[in-house]
């Protein structure tokens, strides 16, 4: 899964960005994203809408693994 945000975040930004994965006993993963400063706009979209289009990409990939799944942008 870390993988398949990571092509998009590249995608997206046309560089790698620095993505942390947290996982806890509930079975929830948390993604943390380093996202230069000048690129956050790009990540987050207009209105919210592009940081929902990746999370909603990831939501399908994670019912068929059976987990939850966040992403959390922090400026680098």
């Known amino acids: 899964m870390k993988d398949l945000l990571s092509h998009m975040i590249t995608g997206i930004l046309g560089e790698e960005v620095e993505i942390k994965e947290e996982t806890s006993e509930e079975g929830f993963i ?3 994203l380093d996202v230069p400063k000048e690129s956050v706009g790009m990540v987050i979209g207009r209105g919210g809408k592009t940081i929902n289009a990746l ?4 939501k399908i990939r994670a019912i068929r ?3 939850r799944v966040d992403i959390q942008v922090n400026e680098a």
């Open 55 to 58: 999370k909603n990409i990831l």
């Open 30 to 32: 948390t993604f943390s």
């Open 65 to 67: 693994d059976n987990v």
